[in-house]
C-alpha cells in the first residue's frame, strides 16, 4: 500500500523530458534527470500575509499557487472539528479559553481576525476584524472541488473520537477510497493516531511528524515502523540535512520539513531533495520553484 502512494505520488508530481529518467523521490530539479516539481503547502493557509486558518488565508494560498491546504483540527464541547492550530482560543481570538470546553456556537462567535492587525501593525487591515473561526466542514464545502488539504489531527489524545470524526467528514465529501492520490494527507505527532486512522481506512496517505531539538537522525528499525502506516515525515526544517533526506527518501518515503519562510532555506532543500515542504509565504516557494526549473532546464 505504501509503495503504491508513493508511485502515485510520484507520477503528480513529476514531469520528464523526453527520454528522461531518474529517480524522482529526490525531488532534485535537473535538465539531465527530469524536472520534479516539490509540494508547496500553505501553511494555516497564506498565515505570513493573514489571519491564519481563515478563508482568507486558505484563498490566497491557492491563489499563491500552494498545491496544499494545511488545516490543524481541534475538537469544540459539542464535537465539531474546527481549523484551529492551538489548543486554546488566547492567541488567536478575542476571548480566552480551551476549545474542549466550549461549543461550536460559542466558537463561531469569536473574533479571529483582530489579533493579527495587532501583532503585525504594517499589515493591518479593517477586513480582518471579525473573521470567523472556520469548522473542516465549511472548509470542504468551500474549496473542496479545487483544493487539496493537509490535516492535522492536534492533540488527539486530548478528544476521543476525533480520528472517527474525522474519516466520517472526509466519507461525506467523498475524499477517500479510490481518489487520485493526495487529495487528502492526514499527518499528526501522535503515531497512535495515525495507525488509528490506518486501520480504518488505509486508503488514507498519512506522515508522520517528528519533533526534534539536535540535527535529525533516523534509524532503520524507525523507518521500518513508520512504513507500517504512513507514505512519510515531516519535522522543523532546522533539523535536516542531505544525508537524513537521503536516509529518508531512499527508503521510500516522503519528506515534508516545515515551516520554511526564506527563499534561500526553501532553495537550499529543493537541492536536498524534500519531496515538499510547509511555508507560511506560498508565493515565495512557487517563486523559488519556477526559478529553479528554469536554471536547470
Not at 494560498?61 to 486554546?88: C, F, P, R, V, W
Not at 480582518?128 to 488527539?156: A, C
Request: aromatic residues 10%; proline residues 4%; glycine residues 6%.
Amino acid at each position: 500500500m505504501v509503495g503504491y502512494f508513493r508511485w502515485m505520488a510520484i507520477a503528480a508530481m513529476i514531469i520528464y523530458p523526453s527520454g528522461a529518467t531518474s529517480d524522482p523521490v529526490l525531488a532534485e530539479i535537473s535538465s539531465d534527470n527530469g524536472q520534479v516539481k516539490a509540494f508547496n503547502i500553505s501553511h494555516r493557509g497564506a498565515s505570513g500575509y493573514v489571519p491564519e486558518h481563515t478563508f482568507l488565508a486558505y484563498e490566497l494560498g491557492n491563489s499563491m499557487n500552494g498545491d496544499y491546504i494545511e488545516i490543524d483540527l481541534q475538537m469544540t464541547k459539542d464535537g465539531e472539528l474546527i481549523a484551529l492550530h492551538d489548543e486554546s482560543i488566547d492567541r488567536t481570538t478575542d476571548k480566552k479559553g480551551l476549545v474542549k470546553n466550549l461549543t461550536l456556537k460559542e466558537i463561531k462567535k469569536l473574533d479571529a481576525g483582530s489579533w493579527f492587525n495587532e501583532a503585525y501593525p504594517e499589515k493591518k487591515n479593517a477586513e480582518y476584524t471579525g473573521l470567523q473561526v472556520p469548522t473542516l466542514r465549511e472548509v470542504l464545502t468551500k474549496f473542496g472541488s479545487n483544493s487539496k488539504f493537509f490535516i492535522e489531527t492536534k492533540s488527539p489524545e486530548v478528544y476521543p473520537g476525533m480520528e472517527e470524526k474525522l474519516l466520517d467528514i472526509l466519507n461525506e465529501y467523498n475524499l477517500t477510497g479510490a481518489q487520485p492520490f493526495g487529495n487528502v494527507i492526514v499527518q499528526s505527532f501522535s503515531a497512535e493516531s495515525l495507525r488509528k486512522i490506518h486501520q480504518m481506512d488505509e486508503s488514507i496517505p498519512l506522515v508522520q511528524l517528528l519533533s526534534y531539538y539536535a540535527p535529525a537522525v533516523i534509524t532503520d528499525q524507525e523507518v521500518s515502523k513508520i512504513k507500517e502506516y504512513a507514505i512519510g515525515v515531516g519535522l522543523h526544517y532546522t533539523a535536516v540535512s542531505p544525508g537524513y533526506i537521503q536516509k529518508v527518501t531512499s527508503s521510500d518515503l516522503m519528506i515534508f520539513p516545515y515551516t520554511v519562510n526564506e527563499k534561500d532555506d526553501m532553495k537550499m532543500l529543493l537541492e536536498w531533495g524534500v519531496t515538499g515542504m510547509f511555508t507560511n509565504y506560498p508565493d515565495r516557494l512557487d517563486e523559488v520553484i519556477q526559478q529553479e526549473s528554469l536554471e536547470h532546464s
